[in-house]
């Protein structure tokens, strides 16, 4: 690949040349792309269908459940030649901004609160606080380089509800990830398998076509941000004033 800095492939709309392509088994590019609106339109399906039903945040969390059983199943229909080496305590990926959509911050919110305790609670605040700046016009993103605050004893706290974003990062070489995201910057070359990174990001759009189809905010924030304004103002006040077409990462203008 030609160019040589890296750049985040969570992130929308940031290139990825350096994440780069490998072919799998059954990769057939037309095929695979013309799959990925279906998803896309698929999810909004869903998300439009039981929002519409009971616009609850329950029901939004089992949305966000149903969107990432998905992921695994879509996922699971291709043959990954080499496997991804990604596992539950890798953790070199986990210092880079994560973007999630509404939907998601949500789900990761009622997470938090239900398997966190208040103490752990405290500290998060605290460690969102530090790790996150001011980037103009009242927002604020995560301070580069810097741990994810839900990365306890090298293990994702959240692992089980963690962002779509971070379920289609993969690497074929756990070294890759350690020399690049631990190094000093001149180490880029990860390779990793499109394809995951592409049904995430599906799924994401699917999510927000459908949260923005039925007259809600719907847009990409920070993880870090998304939980630290969930935090501090409340979960359920975010979230259900959100389904009621008020702004939910707007509210990081009042923190
Ligand atoms: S992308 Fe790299 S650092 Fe992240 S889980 Fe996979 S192998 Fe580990
Ligand atoms: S949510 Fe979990 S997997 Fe994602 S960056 Fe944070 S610690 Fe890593």
Redesign the pocket.
């Known amino acids: 690949m030609s160019d040589s800095s890296f750049r985040n492939p969570r992130g929308k709309g940031k290139k990825r040349n350096d994440w780069q392509d490998h072919e799998t088994v059954n990769f057939k590019k037309d095929r695979v792309e013309s799959d990925l609106e279906q998803l896309a339109h698929e999810c909004r399906e869903l998300t439009v269908d039981y929002l519409s039903r009971e616009s609850f945040s329950a029901t939004l969390c089992e949305v966000v459940g149903e969107a990432l059983d998905i992921f695994s199943s879509r996922c699971s229909g291709y043959h990954f030649d080499p496997e991804?080496?990604?596992?539950k305590g890798?953790?070199?990926?986990c210092c880079e901004q994560v973007d999630v959509t509404q939907a998601e911050a949500a789900y990761i919110g009622f997470k938090l609160l239900s398997s966190y305790t208040e103490s752990e609670i405290k500290d998060i605040m605290k460690e969102v606080d530090r790790t996150t700046v001011e980037v103009g016009n009242g927002r604020t993103a995560a301070v580069a380089k810097t741990p994810c605050v839900f990365l306890k004893n090298n293990i994702c706290g959240i692992y089980e509800a963690r962002p779509l974003a971070c379920r289609g990062?993969?690497?074929f070489d756990?070294i890759d990830?350690k020399l690049n995201f631990k190094g000093d910057g001149y180490y880029d070359s990860i390779q990793s398998h499109q394809i995951p990174m592409d049904i995430a990001e599906s799924i994401q759009e699917g999510l927000l076509r459908g949260t923005k189809n039925l007259g809600l905010e719907a847009g990409l924030l920070d993880l870090r941000t998304a939980v630290k304004i969930m935090l501090h103002i409340g979960v359920a006040e975010c979230v259900d004033a959100w389904l009621q077409g008020d702004f939910f990462f707007g509210k990081s203008r009042s923190l």
Do not use: L
């Open positions: 991804p080496a990604c596992r890798c953790y070199y990926c990062r993969n690497s756990e990830c």
